[in-house]
């Protein structure tokens, strides 16, 4: 098994977990880390026992023997270091969210596909309740699909830096937050072809981590109605205003419902009427005739965000969420923008193939027959 050798350009919190889930990983090594401040490059390389450090990205790719390179920046800076690795024939992990405008987003995807290499771009929706819903999304279980809730709603960062700024952010809620469950609902049920949205600064004035003021100028409230081909309607919502942390999704069918990381449960299935085999029937949102499946077991190679990584360089293949359904997700997030500011509601370009071959077309027609 050949060696991976790997740099990180940024050196926040989030890269924390990058270098600490390779550990775990056979023949996987973080050679060099790179930040705008030498010292903090130093002080993450010294944490995790990495030899090198840098202050300047194209220098670390320049000088290091690498073969991918994570991206960990601030927003705004995730399309240079990409293009840039990938212009040098590295592969990429990307976090979220790809990039601050869609071009740019096209581009590292196009790139990544002329340089034929990996390219993954965060979030990461391959866990064992995601994985388990994807089983139960057919007919048999739900009924036709009529249409879907996605949430994620936060108090809202607690942190007084460039978040709220938008001159150094490009975006706030949608751009930081949006993309999880826009990536949620897509993963399992494909892409979309129009978004109509309602987008503003709903809190101008926020009191954030001890009690210090911040003036914000970024989006902290959205609503986004995306609708697929079948005519379903997606209700997706953030919002940075909350007193708790809602972050689930609902899939509406004609028969039955199905709810991700809702009320303490990983997984819940309405189903009225027929019990759902192996599973603990259960109470939720005081609804009767609910079950909780056994959750699937994770394949190692989907144990976490850097196994699949490793595993799509290892294969030579491409993320199960590709790089054009990350695309595709983001046309939908700055599509909210333009239908926010023009008012109307935004065709959708994109599209990409969906991994899971098992949701069948079937299951979006409410037309044809009686239901």
Not at 108 to 128: G, T
Not at 181 to 195: C, E, F, I, N
Not at 229 to 237: F, S
Not at 332 to 342: C, K
Request: proline share 5%.
């Amino acid at each position: 098994m050949k060696p991976l050798k790997l740099g990180m350009v940024g050196s926040g919190d989030i890269s924390n977990r990058f270098f600490e889930q390779a550990a775990r990983l056979e023949q996987v090594a973080f050679t060099a880390t790179c930040a705008r401040h030498l010292e903090n490059a130093e002080s993450k390389a010294r944490k995790y026992g990495i030899p090198r450090w840098y202050d300047n990205y194209i220098t670390m790719m320049d000088t290091e023997e690498l073969d991918a390179v994570v991206v960990t920046t601030p927003h705004s800076v995730h399309a240079e270091v990409v293009l840039a690795a990938l212009e040098r024939g590295l592969h990429v992990l990307n976090e979220k969210p790809m990039a601050t405008s869609l071009e740019d987003c096209r581009r590292m995807v196009e790139l990544a596909e002329a340089k034929n290499r990996i390219f993954m771009s965060l979030p990461y929706d391959l866990n064992p309740g995601m994985m388990t819903a994807a089983h139960y999304l057919n007919e048999a279980v739900l009924g036709k699909i009529t249409g879907a809730d996605v949430q994620l709603n936060i108090p809202g960062p607690g942190r007084d830096n460039w978040y709220y700024n938008r001159a150094v952010s490009h975006g706030g809620a949608i751009l930081d937050c949006l993309v999880y469950p826009v990536s949620r609902l897509v993963s399992l049920l494909g892409p979309v072809q129009s978004v109509a949205a309602e987008v503003n600064t709903l809190i101008p004035k926020r009191i954030v981590n001890d009690g210090k003021h911040v003036h914000s100028d970024v989006d902290d409230n959205v609503t986004v109605i995306a609708e697929f081909a079948g005519g379903q309607h997606a209700v997706i919502r953030t919002l940075w205003g909350t007193s708790f942390a809602a972050n689930h999704t609902l899939i509406y069918g004609r028969k039955g419902t199905l709810a991700v990381n809702d009320s303490g449960f990983p997984l819940v299935i309405h189903s009225p009427e027929a019990p759902i085999p192996d599973a603990e029937q259960v109470t939720w949102r005081g609804i009767a005739g609910c079950y909780t499946p056994k959750l699937l077991p994770s394949e190692s190679t989907e144990a976490d965000i850097m196994s699949h990584f490793v595993h799509c360089l290892r294969s030579g293949r491409q993320p199960k969420q590709s790089p054009r359904m990350q695309l595709h997700v983001h046309e939908v997030m700055f599509a909210a923008y333009q239908s926010a500011e023009t008012g109307r509601r935004c065709a959708l370009t994109t599209t990409f193939e969906h991994w899971n071959a098992q949701l069948e077309p079937a299951i979006f027609d409410t037309k044809s027959e009686f239901i």
